[in-house]
T-cell receptor
Framework: DTGVSQDPRHKITKRGQNVTFRCDPISEHNRLYWYRQTLGQGPEFLTYFQNEAQLEKSRLLSDRFSAERPKGSFSTLEIQRTEQGDSAMYLC??????????????FGPGTRLTVL | TQLLEQSPQFLSIQEGENLTVYCNSSSVFSSLQWYRQEPGEGPVLLVTVVTGGEVKKLKRLTFQFGDARKDSSLHITAAQPGDTGLYLCAGALAFSGTYKYIFGTGTRLKVLA
């Protein structure tokens, strides 16, 4: 299966701890996106990369959040000093940007974070 | 603020019934996608529509993109329990030389056997 993969699938941590999630996109995709999704809601955009460049960050992404894509392939999302409000599903997606703005995002299975 | 509103928010129907989910915005999209998401999983892409007025069919699912590319609908014929899930629309907006991707609020569908 050459889809988007995320690791870990589940993470339980105590408030104040740091956590890091990994995303491996579809290999030929140049764009990689991070979203956060809480129960019953649609995904909320956090940030995206085109190759290794981080092109946009949402206002939702506080200074405790940082994302990297050092070689333009896999990406990591780190949350420092976790808070209970950070509990959510963190989704990664990748895409190509086609002609005329055709953007089809393919999602990974997500990492469910629970902060106790 | 660009918003993509979906209606209804929740829908519970009996197996065999038809239904339509709507996705509306005041913004013009260069493309729009529909996804289905099951609990604990990521959204799965169902279809992409690009051209105003475009209609695409995927078995019992019919997707339509509005003529002005501001809205879309998803129609399911003879719904089955396997159609249960969260349906999300998402649109790509041209913005300052790049594209912003906006998700709708979601429609949670439950099909009862």
């Amino acid at each position: 299966d050459t889809g988007v993969s995320q690791d870990p699938r589940h993470k339980i941590t105590k408030r104040g701890q740091n956590v890091t999630f990994r995303c491996d996109p579809i290999s030929e995709h140049n764009r990689l996106y991070w979203y956060r999704q809480t129960l019953g809601q649609g995904p909320e955009f956090l940030t995206y990369f085109q190759n290794e460049a981080q092109l946009e960050k949402s206002r939702l992404l506080s200074d405790r959040f940082s994302a990297e894509r050092p070689k333009g392939s896999f990406s990591t999302l780190e949350i420092q000093r976790t808070e209970q409000g950070d509990s959510a599903m963190y989704l990664c997606a990748s895409s190509l940007v086609g002609r005329d703005g055709l953007v089809e995002q393919f999602f990974g299975p997500g990492t469910r974070l629970t902060v106790l | 603020t660009q918003l993509l509103e979906q209606s209804p928010q929740f829908l519970s129907i009996q197996e065999g019934e038809n239904l339509t989910v709507y996705c509306n915005s005041s913004s013009v999209f260069s493309s729009l996608q529909w996804y289905r998401q099951e609990p604990g999983e990521g959204p799965v892409l169902l279809v992409t529509v690009v051209t105003g007025g475009e209609v695409k069919k995927l078995k019992r699912l019919t997707f339509q993109f509005g003529d002005a590319r501001k809205d879309s609908s998803l129609h399911i014929t003879a719904a089955q329990p396997g159609d249960t899930g969260l349906y999300l629309c998402a649109g790509a907006l041209a913005f300052s030389g790049t594209y912003k991707y906006i998700f709708g609020t979601g429609t949670r569908l439950k099909v009862l056997a």
